[in-house]
């Protein structure tokens, strides 16, 4: 039942019957969206059953919380509707209240910062060239092109129908309707391919709502071009927790508390025009330690031994040390260089890694 049906439904008296019949009436009676939105406007309708008739109200009548709450609950495409009927709706339903929420539900997973500070930079790089006015695309149009003509939408029409550039409704259509190259990080890259198996990296995400998937832009690094994977799927996504750049050392806070145990996301990379990526990993102990918590010092020697155990025992990609007390990049060209550590303080961001455990042991 549409929410429209459930609004009539309420506002006519002795209203009792079940879905089914509300279903049957709402397929026989056609609406239009003028009449039924336009302030002050009146219906009357003629029930044959009972023999009379019955005013009906504007939803711009109803009380402001009764209002609000039901633009609160709709979705994005059904918002974007309710803003093409008149200014007064088009007002509310471009509010930023109103799309915060929409936004957090849907994007805040995997868009951070760092992605609005591009869409900004993009924003004011178009206004410089004049594009802002002359060429910005109405985003508000695009959810309704969907279900309407564009002739009826007139999206030729004047400027002032599409939301503000900088609105929480242009961002929210930018990101949906995929306009818009957002930074963030991939799980896995490429497809889980075996040489980035428990890795973090970053990428520029362009949005699929066909399919629900994105498309990820790998950058250039040494020889190798731009690589590009396709159907990349939410849980393998998420927003930088940091704000530092793929080719800078991150200045690790962690060290000193660093202990046996602790889970950790290590930069590493191959050779020095690669940018890093953030490699999953725990804390071990030291060779002299036989692990007895009782009696175990690891906490207190300057190495940390980091072991990444979705590797074989024996392998060179098992255990890397690290000085606590004067780390910077350390390795070399046969085994990679390991740069900052981050240390995991939440079980979610745990039980993530632990979702992408590779089903075989590496080599």
Not at 322 to 341: L, Q, V
Request: net charge negative; hydrophobic share 35%.
């Amino acid at each position: 039942m549409s929410l429209m049906s459930v609004w009539l439904a309420l506002l006519s008296p002795g209203s009792s019957s079940s879905a089914e019949d509300d279903t049957e009436s709402s397929s026989s009676t056609k609406w239009g969206l003028g009449a039924m939105f336009c302030k002050r406007r009146c219906l009357k309708n003629k029930v044959e059953e009972d023999d009379f008739s019955t005013d009906c109200m504007s939803v711009l009548d109803l009380p402001e919380l009764a209002l609000e709450g039901i633009l609160g609950r709709l979705p994005p495409s059904s918002l974007c509707q309710m803003s093409g009927v008149c200014q007064e709706l088009r007002k509310r339903c471009k509010s930023d209240h109103l799309w915060q929420s929409l936004f957090q539900e849907k994007w805040v997973g995997i868009v951070g910062p760092s992605a609005f500070q591009e869409w900004q930079r993009q924003l004011i790089e178009q206004a410089e060239q004049g594009a802002a006015v002359e060429k910005a695309p109405r985003l508000w149009g695009w959810p309704l092109s969907c279900l309407w003509p564009f002739t009826w939408l007139n999206l030729q029409g004047p400027p002032a129908s599409s939301p503000p550039p900088d609105s929480l409704m242009a961002w929210y259509w930018a990101l949906e309707s995929g306009s818009f190259w957002f930074p963030a990080q991939v799980y896995n890259r490429e497809n889980g391919h075996v040489g980035f198996m428990l890795s973090c990296y970053d990428a520029e995400l362009n949005y699929d709502r066909q399919t629900d998937s994105f498309k990820a832009r790998y950058p250039p690094h040494g020889p190798r071009t731009i690589v590009v994977e396709e159907g990349v799927r939410w849980e393998r996504l998420r927003a930088p927790p940091l704000d530092t750049p793929a080719h800078d050392l991150h200045a690790s806070d962690c060290l000193a508390d660093l202990q046996p145990g602790d889970h950790v996301e290590v930069q590493w990379r191959r050779n020095k025009e690669f940018p890093y990526g953030w490699w999953y990993g725990v804390v071990g102990h030291a060779e002299t330690c036989d692990g007895n918590s009782r009696h175990c010092r690891c906490h207190s020697f300057e190495t940390v031994w980091l072991e990444f155990n979705q590797y074989t025992l024996g392998s060179r990609w098992r255990r890397a040390a690290i000085n606590r007390k004067s780390h910077r990049e350390e390795g070399n060209e046969a085994e990679g260089f390991y740069g900052g550590i981050r240390k995991l303080k939440t079980k979610e961001e745990i039980s993530i890694w632990k979702k992408l455990w590779p089903t075989e042991t590496l080599e």
